[in-house]
């Protein structure tokens, strides 16, 4: 999976769409810049959005693809959704815990206003695992049948300065 130079050449780029199965193609070209290697990365993201419908029977797929020079989730957290695919492009991947390794009391506001790692969300550092580049990762949420309470711990990796992301998500829309 290769991206297209976005990061360098835009910056600053945002794409949140709401993507037609049956209508990939024109949907997702109408939204993106005119880039080098555009048409491999089409080809890609069409690719994950039919195994990301088929697999969960939707007739649209909630997109977003954006360049970021900062984590987006800098915190560790759960979603209240169903299910979504993750993807990073280019950069650091998606980091997370394992149920055995996190004391989810210790959660947003359960923090009481200390970092991840102070709070007692987790042990041990090496209890943080990470997604590689490229990779693609589908985080249940809260809103997963029988998941209530049970959502994918995960946050945005930390984003060296000068470095920038390029990260996919894929959502029910």
């Given at each position: ?12 780029f945002n794409l949140r769409s ?64 169903g299910c979504h695919l993750v ?47 490229g990779d693609i990762v589908l ?35």
């Open positions: 999976m290769k991206s297209p130079i976005i990061a360098k050449d835009y910056p600053s709401v993507i037609s199965y049956k209508t990939p193609m024109q949907s997702i070209k109408s939204s993106l810049p005119d880039l080098a290697g555009q048409h491999s990365f089409i080809e890609d993201l069409i690719l994950l959005l039919e195994m990301y419908s088929c697999l969960f029977d939707l007739d649209e797929v909630g997109l977003r693809s954006q360049v970021l020079d900062r984590a987006m989730f800098p915190r560790f957290h759960t979603d209240k959704l993807t990073t492009y280019h950069g650091q991947g998606t980091e997370w815990l394992q149920n055995c390794d996190t004391e989810r009391s210790k959660l947003g506001a359960g923090n009481k206003g200390l970092s991840d790692k102070k709070s007692g969300l987790f042990t041990h550092a090496a209890s943080i695992q990470q997604v590689s580049e985080l249940k949420g809260d809103d997963w049948f029988a998941n209530d309470g049970l959502g994918a711990v995960h946050r945005s990796p930390a984003v060296v300065p000068s470095e920038k992301h390029v990260v996919i998500t894929m959502y029910f829309a």
